[in-house]
Every structure is written in C-alpha cells, then in structure tokens.
C-alpha cells in the first residue's frame, strides 16, 4: 500500500517508524522505507486486501498521472462485504467510473476473472499489463511477435495489426484475448490496446490460437482513457 492518511493528509511515509491506520480496514499500519524500492505502508497484522502485491517503480509513476483522490480507493461488496483496493478509480458515483487495475507480476486466468467480476459490477474496467523480461523471456517474445505491415484494420480511427505470438507458449496471450475488461500492453513505455474477442469479430477475427490485434496509442491518449476524457 502506498498511500495512507496521516494528519489529515493522504501521502507515502515519509520516515521509517511512521505509524497510521488503514483507511479500509482501520488497522495498524507503518512505514517501510527500503533502499532499492519504493516507500510504503505495511499492515502490522496482514493486509486487508487479498489481492495486494508488492509494488515498485513502475506502479508508482502510473499512480502518479492520476489526481491523489484517485489512488488506491477502497472499494466494498456489499453483500459479500468483500475489499479490494482498486489501483487507481477516477470518476467515482458516475457513469463513467472506471477501475484501472495495474499488474506487474504473472496472473492466473482465475484470478483475473474474479478480480473483473469484482470491479466490473459498477465500472468500466481497465488493465494495463507490464511487459518485461525481469524472470522471463516474455518482453523478448513480445518484441518479436510485433509485426504492423502483414495485416492491418483501420477501425474507429485506430489503426490494428493481426500478428502471430511468437514463444513456446501461446496461452499468455489467449488468457488475455478471453478477459472481459479492456487490455492494455505497456512494453518499454509504449502503450498497445488489445482486441479482445467481441472486437476481434470486427477485425477479421475470430483469430485462430496464438494470433491477435493490438493497435498502439500514447500514454496520453491512455491516460485520458481512464479519466474519462476519451
């Protein structure tokens, strides 16, 4: 967790020893200041949120382009009285708020389905996945399956290219052709939209195993996206 109510005031700690409360559960929680990673606050007795993983640099600089009241917004089931801290939430009470849930580390297809069931009931959900190669090969294979001259589609200003998923596994990219919410690839700071299977239909589809459309935009034009100004 990286922002917590001190004084008023929601921000990341500031000293090692800092302690607060959670604003979703209302426990313990105090400072973490490590040399290599980024500043945060952890739950004296286990987090709240199943669903929390550690986070590093790349969270934080897209947490950053959102407004602070946008940031790690707590959100409760109220009939299961499930929580979930939604990455960042813009637009919230209104027609147009949307979930962007940021995932840096490797996903089950279960998991990613309960998560969308969660957000999805009173959202728009988006993901915007980090394509590295920190423990896999996955940023080389995406590299290399990156092909916009074979088979292109220009559709609602965009412009999409069919490519093949080069890698002895196909299954990375068929879990995240079946996602409900919408799917975004950041590859080294390049922003890639992917079909999923209803779009597909509309660009030639539906594509075999292991082919699929992405279509690039600007951070920009993502981030604008999310806050509703699309």
Known sequence: MLYAWVGGIK?????????????????????????ENVRHWRHKSGDCDRWTEPEGEWHLNWKEQFDLSCREVGLIDPVSLELHRADV?????TERATVLELQHSPISEDEISARESFYRK?????WLIHIHDEKSLLGSHFRLSLDFESRTYSLDGHTYAVMRWVGRSQQYIEK??????????DWGGR??????????????????????AICQ??????????????
């Open 11 to 35: 921000r990341s700690p500031l000293t090692k020893g800092e302690r607060t409360v959670c604003p979703d559960c209302g426990n313990l929680v105090t400072a973490v200041i490590p040399v």
């Open 89 to 93: 939430l813009c637009g919230a009470g």
């Open 122 to 126: 009173d959202h728009r959900m988006y």
């Open 176 to 185: 995240w052709k079946r996602a409900k919410a919408f799917v975004f690839f």
């Open 191 to 212: 922003i890639f939209h992917l079909a999923g299977n209803s779009l597909s239909m509309r660009l030639g589809g539906p594509f075999e195993r292991g082919h699929f």
């Open 217 to 230: 935009l600007t951070r920009e034009m993502f981030v604008r996206a999310v806050r509703g100004e699309d």
